[in-house]
């Protein structure tokens, strides 16, 4: 699976947008990129996936460029209950077997008022 | 629609001892998952299982074992345990009907080592 790389931690305020990159320049043709966001003492919870351009849904947005080798999660109006580690993962979809998931160190991402 | 639930919530043994933590997988879910997180860093995948056989591990020893059952709850064993098992295991669920980068994740069960 291709490796992702995400800042160690990022601060924001509340009410601004955020936007967290990852960068995964050994992406396949075949990998989707997916989100999780893990609050402490919980488990991670999907957020959102995306293979080209732009995807959005209640949470957040993806943005993908045509190249593809960094993507950008969007989220808008942080609030403080956005405080939360964020990971980027990058691999393949397949509906019969089940991949794992390979979880880097993630985005520490701190919301202040 | 039941989420996933994982047993007991916190746990302390002693290094040597072993130890079970259980799972039961969101309805309609047929895959379980387990991963280990130690303190600051992501999930490390274990492994999975589908229709009660493993399929696929993690860099993790032997004395990490599994099982799954009919109604696709599963249980993860550790033997000999060591002072670095000390962390948050999670369970995730998923469907085959599904994504597999859709899994959801249970609330963890916190092992530490003494």
């Known amino acids: 699976l291709a490796k992702t790389t995400q800042p160690i931690s990022m601060d924001s305020y509340e009410g601004q947008e955020v936007n967290i990159t990852c960068s995964h320049n050994?992406?396949?043709?075949?990998?989707?990129i997916t989100w999780y966001q893990q609050f402490p003492s919980q488990g991670p919870r999907f957020i959102i996936q995306g293979y080209k351009t732009k995807v959005t849904n209640e949470v957040a947005s993806l943005f993908i460029p045509a190249d593809r080798k960094s993507s950008t999660l969007s989220l808008p109006r942080v609030s403080l209950s956005d405080t939360a580690v964020y990971y980027c993962l990058v691999g393949l979809l397949s509906g019969g077997s089940q991949g794992n998931l390979i979880f880097g160190k993630g985005t520490k991402l701190s919301v202040k008022p | 629609e039941t989420g996933v639930t994982q047993s007991p919530t916190h746990l302390i043994k002693t290094r040597g001892q072993q130890v079970t933590l259980r799972c039961s997988s969101q309805?309609?879910?047929?895959?379980v998952s387990w991963y280990q997180q130690a303190l600051g860093q992501g999930p490390q995948f274990i492994f999975q299982y589908y229709r009660e056989e493993e399929n696929g591990r993690g860099n993790f020893p032997p004395r990490f074992s599994g099982l799954q059952f009919p109604n696709y709850s599963s249980e993860l064993n550790v033997n000999a345990l060591e002072l670095d098992d000390s962390a948050l295991y999670l369970c995730a669920s998923s469907s085959t009907s599904h994504s597999s980068y859709e899994q959801y994740f249970g609330p963890g069960t916190r092992l530490t080592v003494t």
């Open positions: 309805s309609g879910h047929n895959t």
């Open positions: 050994n992406i396949a043709t075949n990998d989707y």
